[in-house]
């Protein structure tokens, strides 16, 4: 059914909804985000899967957004911008507003949407070693799209130490920025998961959808106002020069223009 992703549910009604391209180190490409949209909706109407773990296979979580499809984007005409950003907004959405307890199991790294990914997640654990970046400055782009659930998750003061300059950090300061809920060493991961796991299994499965909306509905508004300035915000940034440039200067493995050293 799926090709990028893969689905996995057991006996209990629990769901592990794995990111399946490990070669690419799970990188978002067209493909992946309208199969994750899809999934989304299927596990969020599916009356007996009682939560989702969100995993990935091979030794990255998420590089964030493969960069041939923001290459495309970069190259597109108007409307087919316009309509990648929307896809990406929305497939987050969908994510986010899954009426099922998300789960984010974090075994390696993760970079700009892949800091997205574990953001939509209600609680997010992460293996020690694991590295993380908001890496879009970089490129000459901005982490738009993602841009409301960062700092839905971290809050403005702790996101804006880590959204703007690129820098890598380490699974102890993702925890204090409130990126994850907790790191711990990689052979333990699986029963720190368990564990988020387990208490959902005694609770009723309408009341935990109604709780999770109710939890989005008073926490900061991630609505339609929100996500279309997300969309118009990374259209308008791949429509500048500086991230053709960005993009153009990675794939010929240069230096951008504004790096120094």
């Avoid at 959204?163 to 029963?191: K, Q, T």
């Avoid at 909306?213 to 259209?235: D, F, K, M, T």
Wanted: aromatic residues 6%; charged residues 20%; glycine residues 10%.
């Amino acid at each position: 059914m799926f090709e990028t992703i893969r689905i996995a549910r057991d006996d209990r009604g629990i769901a592990t909804l794995w990111l399946a391209r490990p070669e690419k180190h799970n990188a978002l490409s067209a493909a992946m985000i309208d199969e994750l949209t899809q999934a989304a909706v299927h596990l969020g109407q599916d009356a007996g899967i009682r939560a989702v773990i969100l995993a990935a296979e091979g030794q990255s979580f998420c590089a964030g957004g493969d960069l041939g499809w923001m290459r495309a984007q970069i190259e597109a005409d108007a409307p087919t911008r316009r309509a990648g950003a929307r896809a990406l907004a929305m497939m987050l959405h969908a994510l986010n507003e899954m009426p099922k307890p998300l789960i984010g199991r974090v075994q390696g790294n993760a970079f700009g949407g892949g800091v997205g990914m574990i953001s939509v997640c209600d609680v997010a654990i992460a293996a020690h070693g694991a590295r993380f970046a908001l890496t879009e400055t970089r490129l000459g782009l901005i982490p738009a799209t993602i841009g409301p659930y960062v700092l839905a998750r971290m809050g403005e003061n702790k996101a804006r130490r880590v959204f703007m300059s690129g820098r890598v950090f380490g699974s102890e300061e993702a925890v204090s920025l409130n990126l994850l809920a907790a790191s711990h060493e990689p052979g333990a991961l699986d029963a720190a998961i368990e564990a988020e796991v387990v208490p959902y299994l005694s609770t009723a499965p309408k009341a935990v959808g109604a709780a999770k909306r109710l939890a989005r509905r008073l926490g900061p508004p991630i609505g339609a106002a929100e996500i279309e300035h997300s969309i118009e915000a990374l259209v308008a940034v791949w429509e500048d020069d500086e991230a053709r440039h960005g993009i153009e200067a990675f794939f010929a493995k240069e230096k951008p223009r504004w790096q120094q050293g």
